[in-house]
């Protein structure tokens, strides 16, 4: 079974700082791939970051970067310099079999 | 901004009626995808699609139904709302290849009465 998990349900960061999301997963498969989405409110659901597993190097898109650590399952995402927009739930998903399988999403609160 | 759409946006109608949510993309995606997601959780896959005339059920059972019988257009049907119904409805839809991201439409807001 192919499962995706998010312990944090919501996190706070004051604008400027950065914040870590943490994403554990399950997959008896070694070639699959990571995703994380954002889904700010009432608005559609976008892809931040994505990352192959047979890649060690983690994925970096400006001021996202993953940590990938695939022995341990775990697909972690930094946000660097938090921004009022990053304010969004955040939503890790695996990629296997032709499916998606999504976590149930961290709420990212953004102080200003 | 990903070129699929979903109509209606919002929807409140009463219990046994009849149900169409559209989702259209205009990206040529062969794979198209419904998930159902309740409000600040996660989201589940209730039907899926890999091209015309193919479609297949996904892991949250679901009394809905699809139909796929052109390639930009992915509709779901609720033959009787039921209060149990209310939820948001997602439509996406991806290119081919594993590492092909899924683009998401606005959803549909769906409140059975």
């Known amino acids: 079974a192919q499962t995706v998990t998010q312990s944090q349900p919501e996190m706070s960061v004051q604008e400027a700082e950065t914040v870590t999301l943490s994403c554990t997963y399950d997959?008896?498969?070694?070639?699959?791939?990571l995703f994380w989405y954002k889904q700010p409110p009432s608005r559609q659901m976008i892809l931040v970051i994505r990352?192959?597993?047979?890649?060690?190097q983690n994925a970096t898109e400006n001021r996202f970067s993953v940590n990938f650590q695939k022995a341990a399952k775990s697909f972690s995402l930094k946000i660097s310099d938090s921004q009022l927009g990053d304010a969004a739930m955040y939503f890790c998903?695996?990629?296997?079999?032709?499916?998606?399988?999504f976590g149930s999403g961290t709420k990212l609160n953004v102080k200003p | 901004e990903a070129d699929i759409y979903q109509t209606p946006r919002y929807l409140v109608i009463g219990t046994g009626k009849k149900i169409t949510l559209e989702c259209s993309q205009t990206?040529?995606?062969?794979?198209m995808y419904w998930y159902q997601q309740d409000p600040g959780m996660e989201l589940h896959l209730i039907h899926y699609?890999?091209?015309?005339?193919?479609?297949e059920k996904g892991d949250l059972s679901s009394e809905s139904t699809v139909s796929r019988i052109r390639t930009e257009h992915f509709p779901l049907t609720l033959e009787s709302a039921r209060p149990s119904h209310t939820s948001q409805y997602l439509c996406?839809?991806?290119?081919?290849?594993?590492?092909?991201?899924?683009?998401f439409g606005d959803g549909t807001r769906l409140s059975i009465l």
């Open positions: 996406a839809s991806s290119d081919w290849g594993p590492n092909q991201p899924q683009h």
């Open positions: 997959t008896s498969e070694s070639d699959y791939y």
């Open positions: 990352q192959e597993a047979y890649k060690q």
């Open positions: 998903a695996l990629y296997n079999f032709n499916k998606f399988y």
């Open positions: 990206m040529g995606h062969d794979k």
């Open positions: 699609s890999y091209g015309v005339n193919s479609t």
